[in-house]
């Protein structure tokens, strides 16, 4: 068998896997992942689990006539998570590690810099960690909501080679291929685009979330890290073998050749703006150039509530999207300068502050 070239991939099992016939965890198409994880890992290959189904895992423990409202779903999770657990456990002489996670986690620098330690020592120490999403605490605010999106900020967050989706299809299709018999697989994506995301249609079966289109926003977050992204068919054993021939069983995206920085891609693709400061239209050009930064008489407003160390969203008055960046200041102070751009205070606060965003700080965004 040929070594294969990744030092660390995020593996995605989607819930159709875990549950397939929605009667609780099955071993059936687990199996052969499991096998597969084992044999990354005998070839020094740093395996990370991001493991969908405790909603479709816990589901045959609550009524089926009942509805499922989201107190319902949470508590299916609550209780599948665990059957899922002690079922990946049981399939390996090795540990593994559960760790449950919301985009309160993640997009909290701190908590973030938390969590990518913890996976570090997880590997280290040869414990194979299995993450998913905590859905008996999220709300909306808090949730990322599907895991295409959340095993992509993993991947980003453990410096992964591969991120590996593996679902319920054979790859991406020009249209969806459960409503077209004539649709089309597409072995290759060199670049997400508009054209991309309109293929991409909604979950088919009772228990998927999110369906195409959140695993191609996967797909391009980790192939903005220099993470090359594959969709793959989870149900069928050849996909496994494929893969350790060094085959594309499905679909792959290729990595971007000039890849984000980690913290300028956590700032883009994970972190919230707390706030936004708009700031005149021509600011644009200064934002790209080498001195990019921002000072108090170039704010036309602040809107929000934020702290020093918040994300925020800099605006041009157009209303475009110019930058995501770290606040030096805190609105309420940046709204005392707003109103005051002249007031020697101002000007002496800035000096010895330096300026509101500093160009170390600033995650350029696509205009839109
Ligand atoms: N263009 C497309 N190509 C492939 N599958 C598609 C496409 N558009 C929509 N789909 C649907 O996406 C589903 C996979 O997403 P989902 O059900 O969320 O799976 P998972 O539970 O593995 O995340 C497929 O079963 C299919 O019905
Ligand atoms: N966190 C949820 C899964 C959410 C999700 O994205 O599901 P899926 O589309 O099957 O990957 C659960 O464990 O049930």
Request: net charge negative.
């Given at each position: 068998m040929q070594k294969l070239n990744w030092r660390r991939i995020v593996l995605k099992v989607g819930s159709a896997l875990i549950a397939p016939d929605q009667d609780g965890c099955r071993s059936r198409y687990l199996l052969t992942i499991a096998q597969f994880i084992v044999r990354c890992r005998s070839q020094g290959i740093e395996v990370i689990l991001v493991s969908s189904g405790s909603v479709a895992a816990g589901a045959h423990l609550f009524p089926a006539q009942q509805e499922r409202t989201v107190v319902m779903k949470k508590a299916m999770a609550a209780a599948g998570q665990t059957?899922?657990?002690?079922?990946?456990?049981?399939?390996?002489?090795?540990?593994?590690?559960?760790?449950?996670?919301?985009?309160?986690?993640?997009?909290?620098?701190?908590?973030?810099?938390?969590?990518?330690?913890?996976?570090?020592?997880?590997?280290?120490?040869?414990?194979?960690?299995?993450?998913?999403?905590?859905?008996?605490?999220?709300?909306?605010?808090?949730?990322?909501?599907?895991?295409?999106?959340?095993?992509?900020?993993?991947?980003?967050?453990?410096?992964?080679?591969?991120?590996?989706?593996?679902?319920?299809?054979?790859?991406?299709?020009?249209?969806?291929?459960?409503?077209?018999?004539d649709a089309v697989l597409l072995p290759e994506i060199k670049s997400i685009d508009d054209s991309i995301y309109a293929m991409a249609g909604c979950a088919t079966s009772a228990v998927g979330t999110g369906g195409m289109k959140t695993k191609i926003e996967a797909a391009e977050k980790a192939t903005s890290h220099g993470i090359t992204t594959y969709i793959i068919n989870g149900f069928k054993e050849k996909t496994f073998t494929q893969l350790l021939e060094g085959e594309n069983p499905g679909t792959i995206f290729l990595p971007y050749e000039k890849p984000m920085q980690e913290a300028v891609h956590w700032m883009t693709h994970t972190a919230n703006e707390q706030g936004?400061?708009?700031?005149?239209?021509?600011?644009?050009?200064?934002?790209?150039?080498?001195?990019?930064?921002?000072?108090?008489?170039?704010?036309?407003?602040?809107?929000?509530?934020?702290?020093?160390?918040?994300?925020?969203?800099?605006?041009?008055?157009?209303?475009?999207?110019?930058?995501?960046?770290?606040?030096?200041?805190?609105?309420?102070?940046?709204?005392?300068?707003?109103?005051?751009?002249?007031?020697?205070?101002?000007?002496?606060?800035?000096d010895s502050i330096g300026p509101v965003i500093s160009e170390k700080d600033i995650a350029l965004l696509e205009k839109s």
């Open positions: 059957e899922m657990m002690a079922m990946w456990d049981r399939f390996f002489d090795f540990p593994s590690a559960q760790i449950l996670l919301t985009h309160g986690d993640l997009r909290d620098r701190e908590r973030y810099q938390s969590i990518r330690e913890t996976v570090f020592t997880l590997l280290e120490h040869g414990v194979l960690p299995i993450m998913n999403e905590n859905d008996t605490v999220t709300t909306d605010d808090l949730k990322v909501g599907d895991n295409d999106n959340l095993s992509a900020m993993v991947a980003a967050a453990a410096d992964a080679d591969a991120l590996m989706i593996f679902s319920d299809v054979d790859g991406l299709y020009d249209k969806n291929p459960n409503l077209h018999d936004e400061v708009v700031v005149e239209g021509s600011f644009d050009e200064s934002l790209e150039g080498e001195t990019g930064c921002i000072r108090g008489d170039e704010i036309v407003a602040v809107h929000g509530e934020f702290a020093v160390g918040d994300t925020i969203l800099v605006r041009s008055n157009d209303g475009t999207r110019l930058a995501k960046a770290t606040a030096n200041y805190s609105s309420c102070l940046l709204n005392f300068i707003a109103d005051n751009e002249q007031s020697e205070f101002s000007d002496k606060m800035q």
